[in-house]
């Protein structure tokens, strides 16, 4: 019996270190497994930014194309309207032909006279309005080129519509 008790307690006595290396273990596989998530994070991270970077740049392209056409619009109906300025019934068919034509691109279109008054427009409604104030108006009075408004809720039958409003002069 005393050998086996001796064996016993050299066997103890040699693997007294055991519990420190499973701790040690541990610890270093819990550390492991933070940086290898911390990696693959980052990894997720860069590869997710730089798609939203390219998505970003072709919504940023395809609205720089958008305003350029509507731009473009804009000044050819500036264009096409002045020699028939005098004619309301001639203005509001072709305004409605182009909000027609164009749609859903155009949520309302007008004519406004020099004293900033509706003089046609898509919508019966906005036909006499003065917008002499409007910022706008007076952009275009003042410069006599193309104004482009901020996005912004406009006065349309559809209230509650975020908008871009172009003014162009009738020369």
Do not use: C
Request: negative net charge.
């Amino acid at each position: 019996m005393k050998t086996s008790l001796a064996l016993s307690f050299l066997d103890l006595r040699r693997y007294r270190w055991l519990p420190h290396l499973l701790i040690a273990m541990t610890l270093f596989a819990v550390l492991a497994g933070v940086g290898l998530i911390r990696f693959i994070d980052a990894r997720v991270v860069e590869a997710t930014g730089g798609e939203l970077t390219l998505a970003a740049a072709e919504v940023a392209e395809k609205l720089d194309r958008m305003l350029f056409e509507r731009q473009g619009d804009v000044l050819t109906m500036a264009r096409a309207l002045e020699l028939r300025i005098s004619d309301p019934k001639y203005l509001s068919e072709y305004l409605n032909w182009m909000k027609q034509e164009y749609s859903p691109t155009y949520l309302s279109l007008a004519v406004m006279d020099s004293q900033g008054i509706v003089v046609a427009a898509t919508e019966p409604s906005l036909v006499g309005r003065d917008h002499s104030r409007g910022a706008s108006f007076i952009a275009v009075r003042a410069t006599r080129r193309l104004d482009i408004a901020d996005v912004a809720v406009q006065e349309t039958a559809e209230s509650g519509v975020d908008s871009i409003m172009f003014t162009a002069p009738i020369l």
